[in-house]
């Protein structure tokens, strides 16, 4: 087993690195072709604006190996925060840009009278069983730090969502290997520990 | 639902951890690392380390006798806590510019907070509030006095400033930071309780979260302030290095008593 962070100068993994060394995974931060194709999991990590985001995706990461191993050889895939958002076809964060196209759906500011950015700790509501939330809570808290949500076409894609002010988002989305979370596992404590064991140790 | 939070103070002095009593004694508890490690396991929300070291002087422990190590700069202690803390991080002390945000970050901080400038260079809080996101910025504001006369208190020189604390609030709001540190230096380490009325205005006045500090002498105190005020979230320093499991414990306390906060939990993975 050996999970890639995809690196493309999205800025501090060390948290992440830190999480999957302290599970006792094998892992490289990384955007080489070889390392992709000889991953068993990839983590797409995200913090700042989708635009530019995806700007450094695209000029980082080799879009043709990637795509080939998450479509074709079905690898599984899990994106964090912006990471998770990249994964839909369009965001609207500065304008329009296209995104990965890997579930479908739209980003879009939350539309709220409660301030933004969402920051704090939240809980996700379980709405479709996963391997992903084995052995936790129903209600379990996550660390969130964002403004912007996915809006999947299929409601299918949506396993979990969570509550702000007046509104309710999507918080985790899935599509067969390619699955997504709005918080950040990261620096969510025991149960971010938890979700990224899942992902590595069951979602395969 | 969106949690209040419970977040311990970690004061930092010339590489140790220290416990203050008003802002003029220090104490040293120890390493800045283990502490903290004991801190993320024992179920706190957040993290705010505030390195209180006055210029110029080293970060070196200078105790190779007895094998803890050596931090040689700020950026060292926040890689080895962003090592063991797997929860979001606040690095405040010594920010001046861009660049020391930028170093913060990049070595593993969430966030930083900013005091004094606040008021002696509030465009550069400004720019970097636009710069990195309000979420990144914490205005971490101390004061003198009570009621509507309160003052804003300068650090450096160990005096009240003229800024009238509440207005003082309002103008650092605009200045778009995500978040204020209220910290009542009258308060700090007596143990006699948060100053409520204080919080409970400020609370009000601004939309930002304000996290509450100074005085906390046992759990019941954060209870107050939940049960009184808006405030968001409830610091403490001291009173969280010296009892085992604190935090899990203050946090307990809390939820016990039905606050909307993290359930308390310690899983074994």
Not at chain 2, 3 to 8: A, D, F, V
Not at chain 2, 45 to 74: C, F, P, V, W
Request: hydrophobic share 40%; net charge negative; aromatic share 8%.
């Amino acid at each position: 087993m050996k999970v890639v962070i995809l690196d493309y100068g999205s800025g501090n993994v060390g948290s992440l690195s830190n999480m999957l060394k302290a599970l006792g995974y094998e892992y490289k931060v990384s955007n080489k072709e070889e390392d992709i194709i000889g991953s068993s999991h990839l983590i797409l990590p995200g913090v700042g604006a989708f635009d530019a985001v995806m700007k450094k995706i695209s000029g980082n990461i080799p879009m043709n190996t990637l795509l080939e191993e998450v479509l074709t050889n079905k690898k599984p895939i899990l994106g964090i925060c912006v990471g998770m958002q990249v994964l839909a076809d369009y965001g609207y964060e500065n304008g329009k840009h296209e995104g990965l196209g890997l579930i479908h759906g739209e980003v879009k500011q939350i539309d709220t009278k409660a301030i933004l950015p969402h920051v704090g700790w939240n809980d996700i509501q379980i709405n479709a069983e996963s391997d992903l939330f084995l052995d936790m809570e129903d209600i379990s808290d996550f660390y969130f730090v964002h403004s912007y949500h996915f809006l999947p076409t299929d409601k299918a894609s949506v396993l979990a969502t969570t509550e702000y002010g007046d509104k309710r988002f999507v918080s985790v989305v899935r599509r067969d290997n390619i699955m997504g979370v709005q918080f950040h596992p990261e620096k969510s404590q025991d149960v971010g520990k938890l979700l990224v064991r899942n992902f590595v140790e069951y979602s395969s | 639902m969106k949690k209040k939070r419970l977040i311990p103070i970690v004061l930092l002095r010339n590489g140790w951890i220290v416990q203050s009593v008003s802002f003029k004694e220090y104490k040293n508890l120890g390493n800045p690392v283990f502490s903290v490690k004991r801190l993320s396991e024992w179920c706190s929300d957040e993290l705010i380390y505030l390195d209180i070291t006055q210029d110029g002087a080293k970060y070196d422990m200078r105790r190779d006798d007895i094998h803890m190590m050596n931090h040689s700069s700020i950026s060292e202690i926040i890689e080895n806590v962003s090592n063991s803390a797997f929860m979001p991080l606040c690095f405040g002390g010594g920010i001046r510019n861009i660049a020391d945000i930028e170093e913060r970050l990049r070595s593993g901080a969430d966030k930083v907070s900013v005091n004094r400038a606040l008021y002696k260079d509030p465009e550069f809080v400004k720019q970097a509030a636009k710069e990195f996101g309000s979420q990144c910025i914490i205005g971490s504001v101390d004061y003198v006095g009570e009621g509507e006369n309160a003052k804003v208190f300068n650090v450096q020189t160990r005096s009240a400033t003229d800024l009238n604390l509440i207005d003082f609030c309002k103008h650092v709001e605009d200045l778009g930071i995500g978040e204020i540190l209220l910290n009542s230096v009258e308060r700090d380490g007596l143990k006699t309780g948060f100053d409520i009325e204080q919080i409970d205005r400020i609370s009000k006045l601004v939309r930002i979260p304000v996290i509450a500090c100074g005085g906390c002498g046992n759990w019941e105190h954060l209870a107050e302030v939940f049960n009184k005020t808006d405030a968001d979230a409830v610091a403490a320093a001291n009173i969280f290095q010296h009892v085992d499991q604190s935090t899990y414990l203050a946090k307990e306390h809390l939820f016990q008593q039905g606050h909307n906060v993290r359930k308390p939990d310690f899983v074994e993975l």
